[in-house]
């Protein structure tokens, strides 16, 4: 590589736009566990599940 023959200056200018910082997801912050913990609660439990009836013919 070439030696440079001059040494330079990178400037970094501030932005005049504000930043809006927006979340990647579209659920943003909601915990989706704790919103499907909530709905199995409201689910009506069903009863002792019924015994498997075999039909041999």
């Known amino acids: 590589m070439r030696a440079q023959s ?3 200056v990178v ?7 504000q930043e809006r910082r927006q979340s990647a997801s579209i659920w943003g912050n909601l915990d989706l566990a704790a919103v ?4 199995a609660e ?16």
């Open 11 to 17: 400037e970094v200018k501030t932005s005049r736009r």
């Open 42 to 57: 409201e689910l009506p439990q069903p009863d002792a599940a019924p015994a498997e009836e075999t039909d041999v013919r």
């Open 6 to 8: 001059k040494p330079f």
């Open 36 to 39: 499907a913990e909530e709905v």
